[in-house]
């Protein structure tokens, strides 16, 4: 539970390329709270397949452009 | 701090304090009385009920207006994730005040053991959904 999700994120970089987009901002397309976006670029916590295609149709690019899922243990 | 956590310290926080005024008073009473002839009935009450108006006033006070107030889905997964791993300790306090109950103990005791079990079940559950609030919270495999 309390270990950091293996799966890697470019959320941050991603929303200074759009326009210095807010966490706020994302949060409210996405329909989550501020501190939900914080705890996902911070590796605290996983979103369901659902949200994380949301969090990819707000930057228009692939899922895979977001969210990253590193090989090997 | 999102508004789901505020509110897990305040009932956090309220459990305890309600718990201690309840302990303060109670075991004044039995170093002095026989524990079946212990008044603990309205302290019971008065602390549970004082309790849940602590975390109701607690609440709406660390929210603020509207938009604050809100949660998502992360933290219903942290609520339901908190309720899981704490049940035990309402399993435990059921268990043993059945077997008090069988060994025909005081109701004093059965009482208050059961008490202690809504208590560290809610004790716990907040620790529990605080430290995923603090370090994470990741899908079980």
Redesign the interface.
Same mark, same amino acid.
């Given at each position: #539970?309390?270990?950091? *999700?293996r799966i890697t994120n470019s959320i941050r970089a991603l929303r200074f390329t759009h326009g210095e987009m807010t966490q706020a901002q994302l949060a409210e397309q996405v329909?989550? *709270?501020r501190? *939900?976006i914080i705890?996902i670029e911070q590796?605290?916590? !996983?979103p !369901?397949l659902e #949200?994380a295609f949301q969090i990819a149709r707000v930057f228009k690019v692939p899922l895979d452009q977001v969210f990253a899922y590193p090989g090997g243990t | 701090m999102s508004y789901e956590e505020k509110g897990t310290w305040v009932y956090l926080v309220a459990c305890l304090g309600a718990y201690g005024v309840y302990l303060a008073i109670v075991l004044g009473r039995l170093a002095s009385t026989p524990a079946a002839h212990v008044p603990y009935i309205p302290a019971l009450l008065w602390t549970t009920g004082g309790s849940i108006l602590a975390s109701v006033l607690g609440r709406v006070l660390v929210g603020g207006p509207g938009p604050g107030r809100r949660s998502d889905v992360r933290d219903r997964e942290i609520y339901r994730f908190g309720e899981y791993a704490s049940r035990w300790f309402i399993v435990a306090g059921a268990g043993a005040a059945l077997v008090m109950a069988m060994a025909r103990w005081d109701y004093f005791w059965i009482a208050n053991v059961i008490y202690l079990g809504f208590v560290l079940w809610a004790v716990a559950g907040s620790f529990v959904k605080l430290l995923a609030y603090r370090r994470g919270l990741r899908p079980a495999r």
């Open positions: #539970m309390t270990k950091p *999700t329909g989550v *709270t501190q *939900t705890a590796g605290r916590y !996983s !369901s #949200m | -």
